[in-house]
């Protein structure tokens, strides 16, 4: 029999075409439901389009337009990226590591997170940072 953490670990670290990009969506969505940002970080810039592209038309017409971030980006385009998080205009961030520079900060970023803190929390559980930076001094 397999316990039920092996079994959520298969459906999150399965093969292509097993659901994980819909999962990932409707995880966003609860947040932005929630007036959270939420950023989608893939590790290289090809899967990264690729999820953006694929949620931009899924989500584009429910109103809600993702922006895309990625190191390859002509810097007036890193810039006026950066400003739309920042800014709190875009509620969902997609990318590679670029979206956790220094020069990039979320206005209201959503995780999940079983532990207790000492941030705000909404009733689905979903915390917000209002200022999160990638690294620390």
């Known amino acids: 029999m397999t316990s039920p953490s092996r079994t959520r670990c298969s459906a999150c670290c399965s093969r292509c075409r097993s659901g994980k990009t819909i999962v990932a969506a409707l995880a966003a969505l609860q947040a932005i439901e929630n007036d959270y940002q939420v950023a989608l970080m893939a590790p290289t810039e090809i899967l990264a389009e690729q999820h953006y592209l694929k949620l931009r038309d899924w989500l584009e017409p429910l109103g809600i337009a993702p922006v895309w971030l990625s190191g390859s980006l002509k810097k007036k385009d890193k810039q006026l990226a950066a400003e739309k998080i920042a800014g709190g205009e875009t509620l969902l961030a997609i990318g590679t590591h670029a979206l956790f520079q220094s020069s990039v900060e979320f206005h209201k970023l959503a995780w ?26």
Do not use: E, F, I, L
């Open 112 to 137: 999940r997170s079983s532990t207790n803190s000492t941030s705000s929390a909404c009733s689905s559980g979903w915390r917000c940072a209002t200022r999160v930076q990638s690294r620390t001094n």
